[in-house]
């Protein structure tokens, strides 16, 4: 459960993006106990496009944004529920990769099939925002494990923007069911948990 160091979120989003997808995230709960999750589904978004949070200007709201990479940057989606990203690429640019959705083993496979309900089942909240994503914090990021070391992962548009619909910067694990939509054409696989790794794996 070692978490994913530094270097790797020192690029671009639109390569962090896809390379996120079959990591996992991990928060260690009061009781000691680690809860944890597959992230199926992220998007990536950067300063020079205007779905961006950074896009027109920086403010006290979107400050982690322009920070150092390798940061949790939580911010509110209208006013209702928490979105989750990683801070990407270098400190004075916008530029961060979304977690759209996750599988829990042994839930309900739908449980964090959207950035809210990622969120909720993560009990993440501003209070998470600004914090490192790389072990320090209660709550970080591990590396795919053996087992989905080659994912197959579809390409598409991003979804719930108003701005840059066309742009090809969303990614998901074809064989998930927690993927909060699938591209069109793109069926929704039989249930199969076989491509998930074990509570053992994760050691």
Partial sequence: MKPIPVPFFERSAELVGPDLVGCRLV?????????????????????DEPACHGYRRRTPQNETLFGEPGRFYVYV????????????ERAEW??????RAAVLPGEPERVAAGPGLLARRFGLTRSDDSQ??????????APRPASLDSPELVTT???GISQGQDLPLRWYLRPSRSVSRRSKGDRTPSLTTAWLPSVEVMG
Avoid: F, M
């Fill in 94 to 99: 916008a530029n961060g990769v979304l977690l």
């Fill in 157 to 159: 548009t991003r979804i």
């Fill in 77 to 88: 989606s209208y006013g209702i529920h928490h979105c989750v990203n990683v801070v990407t």
């Fill in 27 to 47: 928060k260690r709960q009061a009781d000691g106990s680690l809860l944890w999750g597959v992230i199926v589904e992220t998007e990536a978004y950067s300063q």
């Fill in 132 to 141: 490192p994503v790389t072990g320090e914090h209660d709550v970080w990021l």
